[in-house]
Protein backbone atom coordinates (compact mmCIF):
# COMPACT_ATOMS: atom_id res chain seq x y z
CA UNK A 1 0.00 0.00 0.00
CA UNK A 2 1.60 3.56 -0.96
CA UNK A 3 1.57 6.19 1.71
CA UNK A 4 0.52 9.48 0.15
CA UNK A 5 1.30 13.44 2.14
CA UNK A 6 -0.08 16.13 0.90
CA UNK A 7 -1.10 19.25 2.15
CA UNK A 8 -1.63 23.15 2.07
CA UNK A 9 -0.91 26.31 3.29
CA UNK A 10 -3.17 28.12 5.76
CA UNK A 11 -2.73 31.06 3.91
CA UNK A 12 -6.86 31.74 3.12
CA UNK A 13 -9.08 30.03 1.51
CA UNK A 14 -8.88 27.42 -0.96
CA UNK A 15 -9.52 28.28 -4.76
CA UNK A 16 -10.50 26.04 -8.04
CA UNK A 17 -6.85 25.92 -8.42
CA UNK A 18 -6.22 23.82 -5.07
CA UNK A 19 -9.28 21.76 -5.11
CA UNK A 20 -8.16 20.55 -9.12
CA UNK A 21 -4.51 20.85 -8.67
CA UNK A 22 -4.69 18.67 -5.43
CA UNK A 23 -7.47 18.16 -3.38
CA UNK A 24 -9.36 16.13 -5.84
CA UNK A 25 -6.54 13.49 -6.39
CA UNK A 26 -6.41 13.50 -2.81
CA UNK A 27 -9.64 12.91 -1.95
CA UNK A 28 -9.55 9.93 -4.52
CA UNK A 29 -6.77 8.14 -3.55
CA UNK A 30 -7.90 8.08 0.19
CA UNK A 31 -9.56 4.84 0.43
CA UNK A 32 -6.64 2.82 -1.48
CA UNK A 33 -3.94 4.15 0.43
CA UNK A 34 -2.45 5.59 3.57
CA UNK A 35 -3.05 9.27 3.53
CA UNK A 36 -2.21 11.65 5.43
CA UNK A 37 -3.27 15.14 4.46
CA UNK A 38 -2.34 18.46 6.60
CA UNK A 39 -2.12 22.25 6.98
CA UNK A 40 0.52 23.76 6.22
CA UNK A 41 0.78 26.82 9.21
CA UNK A 42 4.24 26.94 9.55
CA UNK A 43 4.66 27.41 6.05
CA UNK A 44 2.39 30.27 6.08
CA UNK A 45 4.65 31.98 9.13
CA UNK A 46 6.87 32.84 5.65
CA UNK A 47 4.42 35.78 4.71
CA UNK A 48 3.58 36.43 7.96
CA UNK A 49 0.11 36.40 8.82
CA UNK A 50 -1.22 38.47 11.69
CA UNK A 51 -2.15 36.31 15.05
CA UNK A 52 -5.70 37.33 14.55
CA UNK A 53 -5.30 35.70 11.58
CA UNK A 54 -3.69 32.26 11.90
CA UNK A 55 -6.48 30.57 13.91
CA UNK A 56 -8.89 31.47 11.00
CA UNK A 57 -7.48 30.35 8.01
CA UNK A 58 -6.59 26.79 9.81
CA UNK A 59 -9.85 26.43 10.71
CA UNK A 60 -11.47 27.71 7.40
CA UNK A 61 -9.15 25.20 5.89
CA UNK A 62 -9.56 22.42 7.53
CA UNK A 63 -13.42 22.60 7.42
CA UNK A 64 -12.81 23.15 3.66
CA UNK A 65 -11.10 19.81 3.29
CA UNK A 66 -13.91 18.14 4.75
CA UNK A 67 -16.16 20.21 2.94
CA UNK A 68 -14.76 18.97 -0.52
CA UNK A 69 -14.50 15.22 0.66
CA UNK A 70 -12.01 14.35 2.72
CA UNK A 71 -13.15 11.63 5.08
CA UNK A 72 -11.28 12.34 8.53
CA UNK A 73 -12.48 8.54 9.37
CA UNK A 74 -10.15 7.72 6.74
CA UNK A 75 -7.26 9.71 5.96
CA UNK A 76 -5.01 11.68 8.76
CA UNK A 77 -5.99 14.87 8.53
CA UNK A 78 -4.02 17.22 11.02
CA UNK A 79 -2.52 20.54 11.64
CA UNK A 80 1.36 20.76 10.71
CA UNK A 81 1.90 22.81 13.97
CA UNK A 82 0.13 19.83 15.89
CA UNK A 83 3.17 17.54 15.49
CA UNK A 84 6.30 18.70 17.08
CA UNK A 85 8.61 16.09 14.93
CA UNK A 86 8.11 17.65 12.06
CA UNK A 87 10.25 20.92 12.90
CA UNK A 88 12.55 18.38 14.26
CA UNK A 89 13.42 16.90 11.20
CA UNK A 90 13.02 20.10 9.43
CA UNK A 91 15.83 21.48 11.78
CA UNK A 92 18.07 17.90 10.95
CA UNK A 93 17.53 18.26 7.28
CA UNK A 94 18.71 21.74 7.37
CA UNK A 95 22.01 20.64 8.21
CA UNK A 96 22.54 19.07 4.62
CA UNK A 97 20.87 21.49 2.64
CA UNK A 98 23.19 23.86 0.78
CA UNK A 99 22.52 27.61 0.28
CA UNK A 100 23.11 27.27 -3.40
CA UNK A 101 20.59 24.97 -3.74
CA UNK A 102 17.41 26.39 -1.54
CA UNK A 103 18.70 30.06 -3.24
CA UNK A 104 18.30 28.82 -6.71
CA UNK A 105 14.61 27.96 -6.13
CA UNK A 106 12.30 28.68 -8.46
CA UNK A 107 9.75 29.69 -6.08
CA UNK A 108 12.00 31.54 -3.80
CA UNK A 109 13.43 33.25 -6.46
CA UNK A 110 9.74 34.64 -6.76
CA UNK A 111 9.22 35.55 -3.44
CA UNK A 112 12.02 37.43 -3.18
CA UNK A 113 11.36 39.36 -6.28
CA UNK A 114 7.53 39.79 -5.30
CA UNK A 115 8.56 40.84 -1.95
CA UNK A 116 12.54 42.10 -1.20
CA UNK A 117 11.74 43.35 1.85
CA UNK A 118 10.57 39.87 3.40
CA UNK A 119 13.61 37.37 2.57
CA UNK A 120 13.67 35.72 5.57
CA UNK A 121 14.99 32.44 6.62
CA UNK A 122 12.26 30.28 6.60
CA UNK A 123 11.67 31.35 2.71
CA UNK A 124 14.72 30.01 1.89
CA UNK A 125 14.44 26.61 3.65
CA UNK A 126 10.63 26.14 2.97
CA UNK A 127 11.88 23.42 0.70
CA UNK A 128 13.06 21.25 3.70
CA UNK A 129 10.21 22.45 5.42
CA UNK A 130 8.51 20.69 2.67
CA UNK A 131 10.34 17.92 2.56
CA UNK A 132 10.29 17.47 6.24
CA UNK A 133 6.23 16.86 6.07
CA UNK A 134 6.66 14.55 3.37
CA UNK A 135 9.41 12.15 4.34
CA UNK A 136 8.23 12.18 8.22
CA UNK A 137 5.20 9.67 6.91
CA UNK A 138 7.84 7.62 4.55
CA UNK A 139 5.67 9.13 1.29
CA UNK A 140 5.65 7.61 -2.08
CA UNK A 141 3.13 9.86 -3.84
CA UNK A 142 2.18 13.51 -3.03
CA UNK A 143 -0.72 14.66 -5.02
CA UNK A 144 -0.01 18.44 -6.11
CA UNK A 145 -0.23 20.91 -8.66
CA UNK A 146 2.17 21.63 -11.46
CA UNK A 147 4.23 24.29 -9.17
CA UNK A 148 5.44 22.19 -6.68
CA UNK A 149 7.48 20.08 -8.98
CA UNK A 150 10.35 21.14 -8.22
CA UNK A 151 9.90 21.26 -4.45
CA UNK A 152 9.08 17.40 -5.06
CA UNK A 153 12.17 17.19 -6.72
CA UNK A 154 14.55 19.26 -3.71
CA UNK A 155 12.66 16.33 -1.64
CA UNK A 156 13.94 13.44 -3.47
CA UNK A 157 17.37 15.14 -3.23
CA UNK A 158 17.29 15.68 0.05
CA UNK A 159 15.89 12.02 1.24
CA UNK A 160 18.26 10.32 -1.17
CA UNK A 161 21.25 12.58 0.26
CA UNK A 162 20.01 11.14 4.12
CA UNK A 163 19.96 7.78 2.19
CA UNK A 164 23.59 8.07 1.25
CA UNK A 165 25.64 10.04 3.78
CA UNK A 166 24.32 7.51 5.90
CA UNK A 167 24.41 4.30 4.30
CA UNK A 168 20.63 3.42 4.94
CA UNK A 169 17.42 3.15 3.04
CA UNK A 170 15.47 4.96 5.14
CA UNK A 171 13.56 7.49 2.84
CA UNK A 172 11.34 5.41 -0.40
CA UNK A 173 11.79 8.74 -3.06
CA UNK A 174 8.46 10.65 -3.19
CA UNK A 175 6.79 11.22 -6.34
CA UNK A 176 4.34 14.29 -7.69
CA UNK A 177 1.37 12.71 -8.64
CA UNK A 178 -1.73 13.06 -10.83
CA UNK A 179 -4.21 10.58 -11.94
CA UNK A 180 -4.06 11.90 -15.24
CA UNK A 181 -0.08 12.04 -15.38
CA UNK A 182 0.79 15.48 -16.23
CA UNK A 183 0.45 17.84 -13.42
CA UNK A 184 -2.32 20.05 -13.47
CA UNK A 185 -1.90 24.14 -13.71
CA UNK A 186 -5.07 26.09 -13.33
CA UNK A 187 -5.13 29.36 -14.55
CA UNK A 188 -6.32 32.53 -13.44
CA UNK A 189 -8.83 35.16 -14.73
CA UNK A 190 -6.56 37.70 -15.04
CA UNK A 191 -5.27 36.44 -18.75
CA UNK A 192 -1.89 34.84 -17.67
CA UNK A 193 -0.36 32.69 -14.76
CA UNK A 194 -1.75 30.22 -12.36
CA UNK A 195 -4.67 30.85 -9.87
CA UNK A 196 -3.34 31.72 -6.66
CA UNK A 197 -3.97 33.24 -3.61
CA UNK A 198 -1.98 36.05 -3.96
CA UNK A 199 -2.51 37.11 -7.24
CA UNK A 200 -6.45 38.48 -6.63
CA UNK A 201 -7.64 36.14 -9.55
CA UNK A 202 -8.96 33.35 -8.12
CA UNK A 203 -12.20 31.73 -7.65
CA UNK A 204 -12.70 30.44 -4.25
CA UNK A 205 -14.84 27.43 -3.08
CA UNK A 206 -16.49 30.03 -0.79
CA UNK A 207 -17.45 32.02 -2.89
CA UNK A 208 -21.22 32.90 -3.52
CA UNK A 209 -23.03 32.72 -6.88
CA UNK A 210 -22.71 36.71 -7.37
CA UNK A 211 -19.13 36.99 -6.82
CA UNK A 212 -18.45 33.89 -8.91
CA UNK A 213 -20.63 35.81 -12.10
CA UNK A 214 -18.89 39.37 -11.40
CA UNK A 215 -15.65 37.24 -11.46
CA UNK A 216 -16.14 35.62 -14.60
CA UNK A 217 -17.62 38.18 -16.42
CA UNK A 218 -14.61 40.60 -15.57
CA UNK A 219 -12.35 37.51 -16.82
CA UNK A 220 -9.93 39.08 -19.59
CA UNK A 221 -10.59 37.73 -23.09
CA UNK A 222 -10.17 39.66 -26.10
CA UNK A 223 -12.17 40.60 -29.76
CA UNK A 224 -12.60 36.99 -30.83
CA UNK A 225 -10.43 35.24 -33.50
CA UNK A 226 -10.61 36.58 -37.12
CA UNK A 227 -9.59 33.21 -39.00
CA UNK A 228 -11.25 29.71 -38.46
CA UNK A 229 -8.94 27.00 -36.31
CA UNK A 230 -6.48 29.45 -35.24
CA UNK A 231 -4.62 28.50 -31.76
CA UNK A 232 -5.64 30.04 -28.77
CA UNK A 233 -4.46 33.21 -27.18
CA UNK A 234 -3.50 33.00 -23.38
CA UNK A 235 -6.23 34.57 -22.11
CA UNK A 236 -8.69 32.33 -24.23
CA UNK A 237 -6.79 29.13 -23.76
CA UNK A 238 -7.01 30.51 -19.68
CA UNK A 239 -11.25 30.28 -20.04
CA UNK A 240 -11.12 27.24 -21.76
CA UNK A 241 -9.04 25.17 -19.17
CA UNK A 242 -10.82 26.48 -16.94
CA UNK A 243 -13.83 24.98 -18.47
CA UNK A 244 -12.46 21.80 -19.06
CA UNK A 245 -12.20 21.10 -15.79
CA UNK A 246 -15.58 22.70 -14.30
CA UNK A 247 -18.19 22.02 -17.70
CA UNK A 248 -19.63 18.76 -19.33
CA UNK A 249 -16.85 17.46 -22.24
CA UNK A 250 -20.27 18.88 -24.60
CA UNK A 251 -19.88 22.25 -23.41
CA UNK A 252 -16.13 22.45 -23.78
CA UNK A 253 -16.51 21.15 -27.33
CA UNK A 254 -19.58 23.44 -28.56
CA UNK A 255 -17.48 26.28 -27.34
CA UNK A 256 -14.34 25.24 -28.63
CA UNK A 257 -16.06 24.59 -32.31
CA UNK A 258 -17.63 27.88 -32.04
CA UNK A 259 -14.17 29.07 -31.74
CA UNK A 260 -13.04 27.58 -34.52
CA UNK A 261 -15.58 28.67 -36.93
CA UNK A 262 -14.85 32.41 -35.52
CA UNK A 263 -18.44 32.63 -34.35
CA UNK A 264 -17.83 32.47 -30.57
CA UNK A 265 -19.30 35.55 -28.24
CA UNK A 266 -17.31 35.49 -25.46
CA UNK A 267 -20.07 36.68 -23.05
CA UNK A 268 -22.28 33.22 -23.69
CA UNK A 269 -19.21 31.53 -22.82
CA UNK A 270 -18.54 33.24 -19.46
CA UNK A 271 -22.29 33.31 -18.64
CA UNK A 272 -21.62 29.06 -19.06
CA UNK A 273 -18.73 28.72 -17.25
CA UNK A 274 -20.20 30.97 -14.37
CA UNK A 275 -23.34 28.89 -14.13
CA UNK A 276 -20.90 25.66 -14.37
CA UNK A 277 -18.28 26.83 -11.63
CA UNK A 278 -21.65 27.91 -9.30
CA UNK A 279 -22.90 24.16 -10.15
CA UNK A 280 -19.69 22.70 -8.79
CA UNK A 281 -19.01 24.68 -5.98
CA UNK A 282 -22.68 25.84 -4.29
CA UNK A 283 -22.60 22.06 -2.52
CA UNK A 284 -19.44 22.83 -1.58
CA UNK A 285 -19.99 25.98 -0.08
CA UNK A 286 -22.90 24.84 1.75
CA UNK A 287 -21.15 21.81 3.52
CA UNK A 288 -18.19 24.91 4.44
CA UNK A 289 -20.66 26.83 6.09
CA UNK A 290 -22.22 23.64 8.00
CA UNK A 291 -19.03 22.38 9.32
CA UNK A 292 -17.30 25.56 9.85
CA UNK A 293 -20.25 26.22 12.40
CA UNK A 294 -18.86 23.16 14.62
CA UNK A 295 -16.46 24.17 16.33
CA UNK A 296 -16.42 20.87 18.24
CA UNK A 297 -16.85 18.86 15.35
CA UNK A 298 -13.62 20.64 14.20
CA UNK A 299 -11.96 20.30 17.63
CA UNK A 300 -11.94 16.81 17.39
CA UNK A 301 -11.04 15.98 14.12
CA UNK A 302 -8.41 18.29 14.93
CA UNK A 303 -7.22 16.28 17.72
CA UNK A 304 -7.49 12.63 16.33
CA UNK A 305 -5.82 14.15 13.39
CA UNK A 306 -2.68 15.19 15.31
CA UNK A 307 -2.08 11.73 17.55
CA UNK A 308 -2.38 9.62 14.45
CA UNK A 309 0.17 11.54 12.64
CA UNK A 310 2.66 12.01 15.18
CA UNK A 311 2.15 8.02 15.54
CA UNK A 312 3.80 7.61 12.37
CA UNK A 313 6.36 10.88 12.55
CA UNK A 314 7.65 10.30 15.98
CA UNK A 315 8.69 6.33 15.00
CA UNK A 316 10.87 8.22 12.13
CA UNK A 317 12.36 10.77 13.91
CA UNK A 318 13.38 8.12 16.42
CA UNK A 319 15.33 5.88 13.64
CA UNK A 320 16.47 9.44 12.20
CA UNK A 321 17.85 10.16 15.37
CA UNK A 322 19.42 6.83 16.18
CA UNK A 323 20.71 7.00 12.65
CA UNK A 324 22.47 10.50 12.88
CA UNK A 325 24.06 9.30 16.33
CA UNK A 326 21.89 10.74 18.96
CA UNK A 327 22.35 8.14 21.82
CA UNK A 328 20.74 8.27 25.61
CA UNK A 329 23.15 8.64 28.50
P1 LIG B 1 -0.11 25.97 -1.77
O1 LIG B 1 -0.81 26.24 -0.49
O2 LIG B 1 0.44 27.08 -2.56
O3 LIG B 1 -1.05 25.17 -2.73
C1 LIG B 1 -1.64 23.97 -2.28
C2 LIG B 1 -1.79 22.99 -3.40
O4 LIG B 1 -2.57 23.56 -4.44
C3 LIG B 1 -1.86 23.47 -5.66
N1 LIG B 1 -2.17 24.65 -6.47
C4 LIG B 1 -2.47 24.60 -7.76
N2 LIG B 1 -2.60 23.56 -8.60
C5 LIG B 1 -2.96 23.83 -9.87
N3 LIG B 1 -3.20 25.08 -10.34
C6 LIG B 1 -3.08 26.16 -9.52
N4 LIG B 1 -3.34 27.38 -9.97
C7 LIG B 1 -2.71 25.94 -8.17
N5 LIG B 1 -2.50 26.75 -7.10
C8 LIG B 1 -2.16 25.94 -6.07
C9 LIG B 1 -0.40 23.41 -5.29
O5 LIG B 1 0.35 22.81 -6.31
C10 LIG B 1 -0.45 22.59 -4.04
O6 LIG B 1 -0.47 21.23 -4.35
N6 LIG B 1 4.25 24.09 -0.60
C11 LIG B 1 2.86 23.75 -0.68
C12 LIG B 1 2.26 23.29 0.64
C13 LIG B 1 2.98 22.15 1.24
C14 LIG B 1 3.00 20.82 0.80
C15 LIG B 1 3.83 20.12 1.70
C16 LIG B 1 2.41 20.16 -0.26
C17 LIG B 1 3.75 22.23 2.37
N7 LIG B 1 4.26 20.99 2.63
C18 LIG B 1 4.06 18.75 1.56
C19 LIG B 1 2.64 18.79 -0.40
C20 LIG B 1 3.46 18.10 0.50
C21 LIG B 1 2.15 25.00 -1.15
O7 LIG B 1 2.63 26.07 -1.08
O8 LIG B 1 0.96 24.81 -1.56
Redesign the pocket.
Given at each position: MDIV?????S?GKLHL??Y???LKNFVKMQHENKCYFFI?DY?SLTTHPTPDDLHGSVKQVLAEYIACGLDPEVATLYVQSDVPEIPELYLLLNMNAYLGELERCTSFKDKIRSNPNNVNAGLLTYPTL?AA??IIHKAHK?P?????EQ?LEMTRTFANRFNRLYNVDLFPEPAAYNFGEQL???PGLDGSG???KSEGNAIYLSDNPATIRKKVMRAVSDSGPTEPNQPKPEPIQNLFTIMNVVSSDETHQFYSDKYNDCEIRYGDMKKQLAEDIITFTEPIRERIEAILADNEYLKKVAKHGAEKARESASKTVKEVREIIGFRPF
Open positions: VSGIRTGNFGAAHMDIVVGKDQHVKIKMG
